[in-house]
């Protein structure tokens, strides 16, 4: 076998984004297409002289089967349910970006996986192809900066208009969604954290939902992290702010590393600080510093054909994908962990107690008065404005 053979589950915002990707790697296939809504499998979501079969019917897509895996790209509630039906069905899965809504359903798909030992299954966490991104993780790893001691993220640059909340029918609702800016957009971000720095042992966290817009999910996020060697975080989440930021500020025992518009800055301690402190004789001094920019490529315009690329060769070659599915709960962890500590006003210790998160989750869903005003549909979806700088 030389082409993984994919059908496409949801062809709309970044469905049909996805399908144009996998059209352009040699070593996929594109052979099926299902949506519910007819419209999404026409032009401008497929071009019109792409040769595929298209349904309506998740059951039809399914029986066709001439597929060797399969992409998810429909709303957060389906991924687990999906993702299953998938498996049962023998085929690999690519999931979108959350893995589940909650921690709970997470593991239930994780645990059914283990009887699927041959099917491969990842999650879409593109980011993590983004030079500055890797380049970190390579300098983490390698002890360049010594030990971490504090990490804030302000990351309000997800800006998002009233209309984009309108559009779709499941958006920024708790029945629909399964909350906001944490489970929509900052996926991507907390799984960089844990990627970056490991999982925190509590979390503390100020939420606010609607505050910015006419919703009944959270848009504002202000969360302490500790970590289990002492070191704390902050993480900002806004999808309300304009102009916002996207900071990254890391603070090592070898200095201070700032990833910030694309661009890896490091003021390098001599000395590392705890030692510089120690054995200074000077009263009022500072480690001296060298500045270095660290070079990396602003950004990757191929992070979602990355994405497919390393899945498609993974199922191929066995090499290994972007992340694993498994590797998906830690950002939801820390998300639903976020949300229980906000919503609750209270610590939350990590590992997260499932079953207190979704029990919430079940209370805020019933409790929805959520009805959606119909100001039409996501019909103007554009990757690259949809992301970060
Ligand atoms: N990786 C990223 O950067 C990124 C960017 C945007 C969205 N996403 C994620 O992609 C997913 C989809 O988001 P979107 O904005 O494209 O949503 P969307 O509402 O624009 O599109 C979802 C499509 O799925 C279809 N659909 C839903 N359930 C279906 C089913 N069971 N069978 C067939 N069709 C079905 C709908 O008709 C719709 O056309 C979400 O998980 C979202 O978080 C990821």
Redesign the pocket.
Known sequence: MDQVRIGV???????ATQVKNILQLPNCRLTAV????KD?MEPPYIPSDVNVKKF?D?DDFFAYGEFDAVML????Y??VP?ALRCLEEGKHVLI???VAVDKKTALQLLAAAKKYPDLRMGV?F?QRTIPAHKKLKELIESGEFGVIRRVNWIMTDWFRTQRYYD??D??ATWRGEGGGVLI?QC??HLDLMQWLFGMPKRVTAVVALGKYHDIEVEDDVTAILEYPNGATGVFIASTGEAPGTNRLEVTAERGRVILENGKLSFLRNEIPMSEFCKTTQVTWSTPPVWDIDIPVAANNPRQ?IDVIDAFANSILHGTPMVAEAVEGINSLEIGNAILLSGLKKKFVDLPLDENEFSEMLAELVASSKWEKSAHGE?ND?D?EK??PK
């Open positions: 589950i949801g062809t709309g915002g970044i469905g299902c949506d519910w809504k999404k309506t998740d790209e429909i709303p957060h389906q991924h999906l979108e970006k959350p879409m593109n559009s779709g499941w958006r929509n996926p991507h979602l996501n979806f990757f949809s992301q």
